[in-house]
C-alpha cells in the first residue's frame, strides 16, 4: 500500500493482524479512515484468504461510504479485490442469514422485508382501527383531565404521537422477549389492568397485516437470523467461514440481539474488530441500543487501542468537552450518573508532524448567552447567525434545538432574515413544500370552477417569483376570469404582462400542467399522484417522495375500496400524519447529509450526530431539556397523561418483566430516570464536539412572554451550562 502518515493513536489499531480488538474513539479521531485502511491493508496483504472481511454498520449512507473509501484505496494501489469484502448493514446480514436456509424458522423462499416505510404505515392503520373499533375510550382514558377545549386538543395531538411511540416499543419489547400476539394473550386474563391490554389487540393486527402480505419488520429478521444460527449448525458453519474477519462500526449503538449475532458469526476465526464512542450513544431511550454491549467487549477484547486524538475541533472546543466529561465523571452529584460518560480525554492533533491539524481561531470563540424567553433565543441567534454570515460567508453554521417543533420555529426565523438554510428533521418546511404543492393542485381538481382556488394552486406551485414586479397585479387580474377561460384560453387575450417575464412562463406552465392534469382519469389514485408528480418536473428527493406517496395511497385503496380523492387530499395537507413524516426524513437522508461552506443547518441534537460545523449554536440549555436529577421534570414524562401513567413505555417494559417473572424488585421509573440523565449528558457532549472553531451554549427563562414573572413558569438553567459557563469565563479572563 502507499505510505500514509498515521498518527501515534492509529498505529496499533493499522498493525492488526488478527484476534478481537476494541478501538473506543473520540469525536473526529477518523475512525471511518482507519477502519477503510485497516481492511484495505488486510486486502493488500492477503490476510483474508480463506476468507472475506465484513464490515458492518447501521445506515445505508454509511455503507456507501465505506464501499466507495475502500474501493478508491484497492484502485490506488491496483489491487482487484472487489469480491473479497462485503459491507452492508446489520439488517442486511440478517436477510442474507435467513435466506441461505428460511425453512429453519418456518418461513418460505417468497418473505419479503417490510421497511420502516410499510411498517410504519401498516402501525398506523393498526392503531386507527384500534380506535375506530372500540379503543378510543380506552385511548382518551390516558389523558388528564381537562375543561379547557384548547387544551384539550393539544393533550390529544401530543398522545396520538406518544401512543405510536408506545405501541411499537412495546411490540419491538414483546418480539425481543419472544412472546407473539397468541402468547400475550394467553398470558394477560380478561381482568388484566396493565397497558399491554390495550397493546394486545393492536399487536394482533400487527401481527396478521405482516403475515397477510407476506412481509418481517425488522425487529423480526434479527430474532429469526439469530434463531436460525442457533438452531442450524450447518448454517452457522457456513457463516463463519465465510467472514474471516468482522469489522463493526458504531457499535456504541448495537443492542443485545445484534450483538449475539455478530459474536456467533465471529466464533471460529475469532477476528472480531469493533469500533464506536461510547459518549455518543444517544438512541438508548427510543431504541434498544445500549452502550453497555460495547463497554464489555471493551473489557473482554484480546486488545483495547483508544483513537483519542481529534484533528476537528479547535484546542478551546477539546477543552470544554474535556471539562464536561471530568465535571461528570468525578464531581456530579447523581453518582449514579458518574459512568454516563467514559473518561477519554480528547487530545489535539500533534503539530507539524504532516496530520491534518486542529483549526485554531484568532480569538477564544466559546460563549454562553442567557435570554428571558424562548423567542428571544431564537431570534438573537438568528441574527448572531446573520452576522456571522456577513463577515464569515464561507463558514458553515449548526443551530441544534432539543424537539422537532423547534426546528420549525428556527426555520420560521431564518425566512423571515431572508438567510438560506437546510432543515434536518421531518417537519421540514422546504422538504413539505412539494407535498403542500399536490395539495393545492387537487385541492383546485376538487373544486374546478374555483378561480381563488386555482390562482392559489399557480402561485404557489408554478409561479416560484416572490418579488417579481407586476406579479399581484397579474394575480388580481385573472381572478377576473373564469376558470374554464383561463384553462382553455377563452376569451383571455387582453391578459397584459411581458411575456418574457418568470411570471408569465409559470403562469403559462402551470395552465397547461393543470389542463393535463384535469384530464388525467381519476380511476387509480396512486397513478394520479405520480401523474402529477411528473407535471411538477421535480428533483431526484422529491421524485422519490412521490413514489413513496403514491405507493401509501395504493396501499390504503387496497385496504378501503371506497377511497376517493377527498380521502387522498386530507391525507396529504395533514402535516401531523407520521407517515409522511417519516418519509421526507428517510429520503432526504438516503445518501447522507453533508454541510457545505457558508450553509445553515437546523437540526435537533440527535441529528447533528456524524456532523460538524465552524460555528455551532446549542440552544434550550435548561432542566427540563438536560436534566442532572431525579427529582426534576423530565421530557419523558408525558404532560399530557395522568399522574400514574407518566412514563407509558417503562410501564410496559415492567409489565412484561412482570408477566415473565423477571428483575423482580427493579424500581423501573428511577432507573428510566436515570438512563434519560444519562443519555442527555451524552446528547449535550455531542452538540459540544460537532463545532470546529466556534461554540454558543445558550438558554432562556421563560417559553414564552405570557409567563414572565410567574416563578412556577421559570424555566431554570441545566446545571451543566452554570458548569460550563464557569469554565469559558475563566478561559476568557486568561486569553484577554
Known amino acids: 500500500m502507499n505510505n500514509i502518515n498515521y498518527r501515534e493513536d492509529q498505529l496499533p489499531i493499522i498493525s492488526y493482524e488478527n484476534g478481537t480488538m476494541a478501538v473506543p474513539a473520540v469525536p473526529g479521531a477518523g475512525k471511518t479512515f482507519i477502519v477503510t485502511n485497516l481492511v484495505a491493508k488486510l486486502l493488500c496483504e492477503n490476510k483474508h484468504k480463506g476468507g472475506k472481511i465484513l464490515i458492518l454498520t447501521y445506515m445505508n449512507s454509511a455503507v456507501s461510504n465505506f464501499k466507495g473509501r475502500i474501493k478508491k484505496i484497492l484502485q490506488d494501489n491496483e489491487i482487484k479485490e472487489e469480491n473479497s ?30 421497511d420502516d416505510l410499510q411498517k410504519n404505515i401498516i402501525l398506523n392503520e393498526c392503531i386507527n382501527n384500534f380506535k375506530l373499533n372500540g379503543g378510543q375510550r380506552a385511548f382518551v382514558w390516558f389523558l388528564k383531565d381537562q375543561k379547557d377545549n384548547e387544551w384539550k386538543d393539544r393533550m390529544l395531538d401530543a398522545w396520538e404521537n406518544g401512543f405510536y411511540d408506545l405501541v411499537g416499543n412495546a411490540i419491538g419489547e414483546l418480539k425481543y422477549n419472544d412472546i407473539s400476539p ?43 437470523a439469530h434463531k436460525a444460527l442457533t438452531l442450524d449448525e450447518g448454517l452457522r458453519n457456513k457463516f463463519q467461514s465465510r467472514y474471516k474477519y468482522i469489522f463493526e462500526d458504531e457499535c456504541q449503538d448495537s443492542n443485545e440481539i445484534q450483538g449475539k449475532i455478530i459474536k456467533l458469526i465471529s466464533k471460529e ?72 460518560l467514559e473518561a477519554m480525554d480528547i487530545k489535539t492533533v500533534p503539530e507539524n508532524m504532516g496530520y491534518k491539524e486542529n483549526p485554531k481561531p484568532d480569538v477564544y470563540s466559546i460563549n454562553t448567552k442567557r435570554y428571558i424567553t424562548w423567542k428571544d433565543e431564537v431570534e438573537k441567534t438568528v441574527t448572531y447567525a446573520k452576522n456571522i454570515k456577513k463577515k464569515y460567508p464561507d463558514k458553515s453554521i449548526g443551530i441544534l434545538v432539543p424537539y422537532n417543533e423547534q426546528i420549525t420555529q428556527v426555520a420560521r426565523v431564518l425566512i423571515d432574515n431572508n438567510l438560506e438554510f437546510e432543515e434536518l428533521g421531518p417537519n421540514s418546511l422546504n422538504k413539505r413544500r412539494m407535498l403542500v404543492n399536490i395539495s393545492y393542485i387537487i385541492d383546485f381538481i376538487l373544486n374546478c370552477d374555483d378561480i381563488e382556488k386555482l ?18 397585479d397579474f394575480l388580481e387580474l385573472i381572478k377576473g376570469y373564469t376558470t374554464e377561460e383561463l384553462i382553455y384560453n377563452e376569451n383571455n387575450k387582453d391578459l397584459i404582462i411581458d411575456t418574457n417575464s418568470d411570471v408569465y412562463k409559470g403562469y403559462i406552465k402551470g395552465i397547461n400542467a393543470i389542463k393535463e392534469i384535469l384530464e388525467y382519469p381519476i380511476t387509480r389514485l396512486d397513478l394520479l399522484i405520480l401523474f402529477i408528480g411528473e407535471k411538477l418536473e421535480l428533483e431526484k428527493e422529491d421524485r422519490a417522495v412521490i413514489d413513496y406517496v403514491s405507493f401509501y395511497i395504493k396501499y390504503l385503496s ?18 401531523k400524519n407520521r407517515v409522511f413524516n417519516y418519509i421526507i426524513d428517510v429520503v ?34 435548561v432542566q427540563y431539556n438536560f436534566p442532572d436529577n431525579t427529582k426534576q421534570k423530565f421530557q419523558s414524562d408525558r404532560w399530557y397523561l395522568k399522574d400514574r401513567y407518566k412514563n407509558p413505555i417503562v410501564i410496559v417494559k415492567s409489565e412484561i418483566d412482570n408477566i415473565l417473572n423477571k428483575n423482580v424488585g427493579t424500581d423501573y421509573m428511577y432507573q428510566s430516570k436515570i438512563d434519560v440523565i444519562n443519555e442527555k449528558i451524552r446528547l449535550l457532549y455531542v452538540g459540544i464536539t460537532r463545532a470546529k472553531e466556534m461554540l454558543i451554549l445558550s438558554c432562556s427563562s421563560y417559553k414564552d412572554e405570557t409567563e414572565i414573572g410567574k416563578k412556577n413558569k421559570e424555566q431554570k438553567p441545566s446545571i451543566y451550562i452554570n458548569e460550563l459557563e464557569k469554565h469559558i469565563q475563566q478561559k476568557r479572563s486568561i486569553k484577554a
Open 588 to 621: 432526504y437522508e438516503m445518501n447522507g447529509y453533508e454541510p457545505e461552506p457558508g450553509s445553515i443547518t437546523v437540526c435537533n441534537y440527535h441529528k447533528s450526530k456524524g456532523l460538524e460545523w465552524d460555528c455551532v449554536f446549542l440552544l434550550g440549555l
Open 558 to 575: 387496497l385496504e378501503n375500496v371506497n377511497m376517493s380523492l377527498i380521502d387522498v387530499y386530507e391525507i396529504i395537507s395533514n402535516t
Open 455 to 472: 390562482v392559489l394552486a399557480l402561485d404557489k406551485v408554478f409561479i416560484h417569483t416572490d418579488n417579481e414586479l407586476g406579479k399581484s
Open 269 to 340: 476465526n475469532n477476528n472480531l474488530v469493533r469500533v464506536g464512542d461510547i459518549n455518543q450513544s444517544i438512541t438508548g431511550t427510543f431504541s434498544s441500543s445500549d452502550p453497555k454491549y460495547f463497554k464489555e467487549f471493551i473489557r473482554e477484547a484480546d486488545n483495547c487501542y483508544r483513537m483519542d486524538m481529534s484533528n476537528r475541533s479547535s484546542k478551546d472546543i477539546i477543552d470544554l468537552a474535556n471539562r464536561l466529561v471530568k465535571y461528570v465523571t468525578k464531581e456530579f452529584n447523581q453518582i449514579e450518573c458518574r459512568e454516563a
Open 85 to 114: 469484502y462485503e459491507v452492508m448493514t446489520i439488517h442486511s446480514l440478517a436477510v442474507k442469514i435467513i435466506k441461505e436456509k428460511p425453512e429453519i424458522v418456518m418461513l418460505n423462499d417468497e418473505f419479503n422485508i417490510a
Open 182 to 224: 397468541f402468547d400475550l394473550e394467553r398470558m394477560i386474563d380478561s381482568d388484566y389492568k396493565g397497558i399491554l391490554k390495550i397493546i394486545l389487540p393492536i399487536y394482533k393486527e400487527y401481527d396478521r397485516k405482516l403475515k397477510q402480505h407476506g412481509l418481517l419488520d425488522y425487529d423480526d429478521i434479527l430474532i429469526l
